[in-house]
């Protein structure tokens, strides 16, 4: 008589089977998923480079960044691109001067002072800051901070650099505290209790022991946030202006370069004109300067770690 095979055996070889084509699929899925990423910033690349390739046949590069005048909408043309690149530092240096000491305080306050309990209700609550729309930033911007610095200098404009500055430090403030106080948190607990008991306070602790050991990762958020802030493009367009300015007074109106390629965007410029072109010269400078930062960020994780 023949003899059938066990039922446990069946199911065995059965499992076996499909284990063995998910080894076989799932590595392929798994491959194309991370190609999106790559493909994806790939051809954001080649779009940027070819498109700022045909610009610069027309315009000469000495000319995009030897002038100081950007006007290549309006007659006489020029194409300089430092008005652009000013405007965009004076708002990002504003916002560092908002966000670093505000993030980085309330990092060491999460790290080092706040119970479980409340570090668990505050993180949430700050880092809700960071869902907010850029555009209600922008709005925020216009419609109440100007008016106070107008109120404390009578001579600000509508749109200025200083009330954009301020909300795009206070939209990058949870970028910085939240990764600061990760890589606070981090420290181990034997270089506390070692520096608690030679007798240092909690706050000698926090500055003297915890920052020094945690720089890497707090210079690296600080980068970051640079980088984001270069990047902001709603507040800047809603709060500052629209007008190319190479000036360092913050209670001027000045156009970033974020708030020029919407103002270019709109769809009032022909497809393929020298104007149209111009987007995509800043769209790379902009694109330059962020991987650059990006790049700094990484040096510095890797050049500063300390591991414990």
């Known amino acids: 008589m023949n003899q059938q095979p066990p039922k446990s055996s069946a199911r065995l070889d059965l499992t076996k089977g499909k284990t063995s084509i ?3 699929i799932m590595p392929v899925l798994l491959f194309l998923c991370a190609s999106v990423s790559v493909l994806t910033t790939i051809g954001i ?8 390739i045909s610009f610069f046949r ?7 960044f030897g002038s100081l005048k950007w006007s290549p909408l309006i007659n006489p043309k020029s194409f300089g691109i430092w008005p652009l690149l000013s405007g965009t530092m004076l708002i990002t240096i504003i916002a560092i ?9 309330s ?17 949430p609550i700050l880092e809700v800051l960071a869902g907010v729309p850029t ?9 109440f901070i100007t008016p106070i610095v107008r109120s404390i200098f009578p001579d600000t404009g509508v749109f200025n650099a200083l009330s954009a500055g301020i909300v795009v430090g206070i939209m990058i403030i949870p970028m910085i505290s939240s990764l600061s106080e990760d890589a606070m948190s981090a420290v181990p607990d034997s270089l506390r209790n070692g520096a ?40 800047v367009t809603v709060a500052a202006g629209s007008t190319p300015n190479l000036t360092a007074n913050p209670l001027e109106s000045i156009q970033t370069m974020t708030a020029y390629i919407v103002q270019v965007s709109m769809g009032d410029i022909p ?6 072109g111009t987007i995509f010269a800043v769209g790379m400078t902009l694109f330059v300067i962020t991987l650059v930062l990006n790049m700094l960020a990484q040096y510095v994780s890797r050049r500063f770690r300390e591991e414990y």
Request: hydrophobic content about 55%.
């Open 107 to 123: 990092a060491i306050y999460l790290s080092e002072y706040a119970s479980r309990r409340v570090r668990k209700i505050v993180k």
């Open 196 to 235: 608690y008991a030679l007798g240092a306070t909690r706050f000698e602790v926090a500055t003297k022991i915890v920052v020094p050991a945690a720089l890497s990762g707090i210079i690296a958020s600080f980068v970051l946030a640079f980088s984001r802030a270069i990047g902001e493009t709603m507040i």
């Open 135 to 143: 555009i209600v930033y922008g709005y925020f911007a216009l419609t």
């Open 58 to 64: 027309i315009v000469p590069i000495q000319d995009f």
């Open 97 to 105: 001067i908002v966000a670093v000491p505000i993030g980085l305080a």
């Open 45 to 52: 690349v080649y779009t940027l480079l070819s498109e700022t």
């Open 271 to 276: 497809h393929g004109s020298v104007e149209y």
């Open 22 to 24: 998910a080894d076989k």
